[in-house]
């Protein structure tokens, strides 16, 4: 199986930061990465596909960039409403393994 | 607009069964890939079971054998049979609908949209 490793687990941030989670591949997955946002008691929300594809109707302040076993998730310029869990998945091939999740919170 | 309902859930003892059931609208159902994700209290996302448009089914090892997944596009409906129900099954689970990337002839389906999720508790 592949393992999806995400860095930091939590990362305290002010409004109007720029920030980078970063999640690492135990093999390559080519650009088959996706990033979710998931706030408490709800779903997790599709943000970034394709590793750099910005899912229609999500704030271009988020961004996705890299491609084999290395990725990144910036958010350029922090909103209140930004502040959530944040996963990365890959999904190069089953079995689908998720990041353990990025917890960004409110300095 | 895209809406998923998932219902079925509740608490069972540990060794028994539940069938979750997942309602799509919005979309051609039929057309789609589905999956099962779980979310234990308080933990991350765990991929469960995917079926294909074209019924190719994947399981995550820590339920094949024990947990079935299947479709009825005449209802644009989704299932997950569960037996043997362990108290580590016990999570939120959500039907995810997968939009495929197709590279060259290979499709690549991902979660895109999510329905609000079940809860499933076993208790031991």
């Known amino acids: 199986d592949i393992q999806m490793t995400q860095s930091p687990a939590t990362l305290s941030a002010s409004v109007g930061d720029r920030v980078t989670i970063t999640c690492r591949a135990s093999?390559?997955?080519?650009?088959?990465l996706a990033w979710y946002q998931q706030k408490p008691g709800k779903a997790p929300k599709l943000l970034i596909y394709?590793?750099?594809s910005l899912e229609s109707g999500v704030p271009s302040n988020f961004s996705g960039s890299g491609s084999g076993t290395e990725f990144t998730l910036t958010i350029s310029s922090l909103q209140a409403d930004d502040f959530a869990t944040y996963y990365c998945?890959?999904?190069?091939?089953?079995?689908?393994?998720f990041g353990q999740g990025t917890k960004l919170e409110i300095k | 607009e895209v809406q998923l309902v998932e219902s079925g859930g509740g608490l069972v003892k540990s060794g028994g069964s539940l069938r979750l059931s997942c309602a799509g609208s919005?979309?051609?159902?039929?057309?789609?890939?589905m999956n099962w994700v779980r979310q234990a209290p308080g933990k991350g996302l765990e991929w469960v079971s995917s079926?294909?448009?074209?019924?190719?089914?994947y399981y995550a090892d820590s339920v094949k054998g024990r947990f079935t997944i299947s479709r009825d596009n005449a209802k644009n409906s989704l299932y997950l049979q569960m037996n043997s129900l362990r108290a580590e099954d016990t999570a939120v689970y959500y039907c995810?609908?997968?939009?495929?990337?197709?590279?060259?002839?290979?499709?690549?389906?991902?979660?895109?949209?999510w329905g609000q999720g079940t809860l499933v508790t076993v208790s031991s």
């Open positions: 919005g979309f051609t159902f039929s057309r789609y890939s």
């Open positions: 093999q390559s997955i080519s650009s088959w």
């Open positions: 995810a609908r997968a939009r495929t990337y197709y590279d060259f002839l290979t499709g690549y389906p991902f979660p895109d949209y």
């Open positions: 998945q890959q999904y190069n091939r089953y079995p689908y393994t």
């Open positions: 394709k590793a750099s």
């Open positions: 079926i294909t448009s074209s019924s190719y089914i």
